[in-house]
């Protein structure tokens, strides 16, 4: 069975700290996707970033950077400098290969940052 | 171009009455889904399709049922509202892609309250 747990499930941080989201999966396949979403105030999900399981560079994306480590079935998100507009709840998901016929993703359930100014 | 969108917003639902949710995609995409989020849990999938005509359960299907009749269009319907069901729900797309996976694409969503 495929999982994904984010045991932070709420961190305050003071605006410009350094924070990190958590994120471990298990799955037995040896192919899948790992994505993660933001869901600010507002309730949208926003797309951040997709990672494969053959593809363990480690990646930035201005202030934020994904640490994904297959050793330790973990993919953890860092923000740095964070900002208030940063508040949102963040989700880590899960998509395994082959046999997964509608390319379903295995959602965590959320870890809810919040920046303080 | 809209992406994804769902109707209504909002809705109120005494227990036992029914609703049909709409979601509608304007990218050509063949994969479709509906999800629902409840707090500390995450999105759970209720159902899926793969293409027009077509469509599966997902982790939580009781209670819901769906149709693809339109390759742009994924409707979700509650035959007899229970106040679990309160839920937020999400509609989601993404291409069909060989070998690989593609984001999904989500709607903004619907507050479904059932009293």
């Known amino acids: 069975a495929q999982k994904v747990t984010q045991a932070q499930t709420e961190i305050s941080v003071v605006e410009k700290e350094d924070v990190t989201l958590d994120c471990v999966y298990e799955?037995?396949?040896?192919?899948?996707?790992l994505f993660w979403y933001k869901q600010p105030p507002s309730g949208e999900l926003v797309f951040l970033i997709r990672?494969?399981?053959?593809?363990?560079q480690n990646e930035i994306s201005g202030r934020y950077s994904w640490n994904f480590q297959k050793s330790t079935s973990s993919f953890n998100f860092t923000i740095t400098a964070s900002q208030v507009v940063d508040s949102a709840v963040y989700f880590c998901a899960l998509i395994f290969l082959p046999g997964n016929a509608g390319n379903m993703l295995t959602f965590g359930g959320g870890t809810r940052l919040m920046v303080k100014p | 171009n809209a992406g994804v969108t769902q109707t209504p917003k909002f809705r109120v639902l005494k227990t036992g009455q029914s609703m049909t949710l709409l979601c509608a995609q304007d990218m050509n995409h063949e994969y479709m889904y509906w999800y629902r989020q409840d707090p500390g849990m995450g999105l759970r999938l209720i159902h899926y399709s793969v293409g027009e005509g077509t469509t599966a359960k997902g982790e939580v299907p009781d209670g819901y049922n769906v149709s693809r009749l339109k390759k742009q269009n994924f409707l979700l319907g509650l035959e007899s509202a229970a106040p679990s069901q309160t839920s937020v729900y999400f509609c989601a797309s993404t291409a069909r892609t060989s070998g690989g996976s593609d984001e999904q694409f989500f709607g903004p969503g619907t507050r479904l309250t059932v009293l």
């Open positions: 799955t037995r396949d040896t192919t899948y996707y």
């Open positions: 990672r494969n399981s053959f593809d363990e």
